[in-house]
């Protein structure tokens, strides 16, 4: 399907269809929606094209740069492009500054992500190799990747996503939080970041998606794709004392060639505003009640998520692609997973009649699919 314009909600099809977008521009990027206007505005600002930010800063990526500081409470921030980037920056900062090449990643409970053999504990990270490794998607044991398990004594930091990113569901406090927490006191507390790069900026129904596990507060967060409503912008925030040390400084490579590129970082700071501005992240929250509610009873097997989040698990992958493709038919964008789940995560700007009509044509097509 080729998509030609957007406007808000919607997306419209090269054969002048117009669809309501339950996956925010893809994947969970187009926060605020899909419409150019943001970028329209932040190009009229910015009267710079290029960046040079390893030598150089200009008002753009300096206000940014404030913003984040100010909106996060995280005393450093690197700015990059792609949100694989930032998990690579966290690698790099970590083993530079304590000298131990490891990360501990992967962290998913298996016992949370299925009913059966299918599951699979996996975490996201990015697509580079050592986002992969991270993620426990690749093995090199000789820097360091661990499932649920020990911690080994070469490692730098840790990392994990506040919720598993194909299903959409959230951690159990006891014993995956309160375990991570515990392996961070036996460590000399270890670093631990939590990829927000896909349920930060209001998604979940608050800021940041770890918030709703209480006491978990980590040293460094990764964010990218609601950054910048679409627009390439991602950052790894964290300690001072880590990101700016000298040797980090000198040796950890925490740019890259469009790191603060000043349109990106112009609507970054307007997703910022518009979010705050409009109070997004309650609203998030409160069309989440609405939106848990209308799912229940729905006919599949289980569902998952906060705020304007949500999975839903059927028998295989299989029927969930089928769920999907009848979504699409019937003019409603999901996200297929490819596995036993589907996925939705609509703009926090949504219109509520909007959101009806396409819970409704979930339903529908699930009730199709699974013939019930």
């Known amino acids: 399907m080729k998509l030609l314009k957007g406007d808000g909600p919607y997306l419209h099809t090269a054969g002048r269809r117009k669809m309501i977008d339950f996956t925010s521009g893809g994947i969970f990027t187009a926060i605020l929606g899909n419409s150019p206007d943001i970028i329209r505005q932040a190009a009229e600002e910015v009267e710079l094209a290029s960046c040079y930010m390893a030598h150089h800063t200009n008002p753009w990526t300096l206000r940014y740069i404030d913003m984040l500081k100010e909106w996060t409470g995280f005393e450093s921030v690197a700015l990059f492009s792609a949100g694989t980037e930032a998990t690579e920056a966290l690698w790099r900062a970590c083993r530079t500054y304590s000298g131990k090449p490891g990360v501990w990643g992967g962290l998913v409970d298996p016992d949370m992500v299925g009913h059966d053999t299918e599951a699979v504990a996996d975490a996201m990270h990015g697509m580079t190799n050592g986002a992969l490794v991270m993620a426990g998607s690749m093995t090199e044991p000789a820097l360091g990747s661990a499932k649920f398990g020990g911690v080994p004594d070469y490692t730098g930091c840790m990392i994990m996503e506040p919720y598993h990113a194909p299903s959409a569901q959230f951690h159990r406090v006891d014993p995956t939080i309160n375990r991570i927490l515990a392996h961070q006191k036996e460590h000399d507390h270890i670093p631990l970041c939590v990829d927000e790069i896909q349920g930060g900026f209001g998604r979940t129904g608050k800021k940041w998606a770890h918030q709703w596990y209480e006491g978990l507060k980590p040293d460094f967060i990764t964010i990218g794709k609601a950054a910048g409503n679409g627009a390439p912008l991602s950052a790894l925030l964290g300690p001072k004392e880590i990101m700016e ?128």
């Open 245 to 372: 040390s000298e040797d980090v400084l000198d040796h950890g490579h925490l740019h890259s060639t469009h790191s603060g590129w000043p349109l990106a970082c112009a609507i970054g700071c307007h997703v910022i505003e518009e979010i705050e501005n409009h109070d997004l992240i309650s609203r998030s929250h409160n069309l989440g009640v609405y939106l848990k509610n209308q799912l229940d009873g729905c006919g599949v097997r289980f569902h998952a998520g906060r705020g304007l989040l949500a999975g839903f698990e059927f028998e295989d992958a299989k029927q969930a692609d089928k769920v999907a493709r009848v979504c699409q038919r019937s003019g409603l964008l999901v996200v297929p997973t490819h596995r036993k789940w589907v996925k939705i995560g609509p703009a926090l700007t949504i219109l509520e009649e909007d959101l009806e009509t396409g819970i409704n044509i979930i339903r529908d097509s699930i009730a199709e699919v699974m013939d019930v």
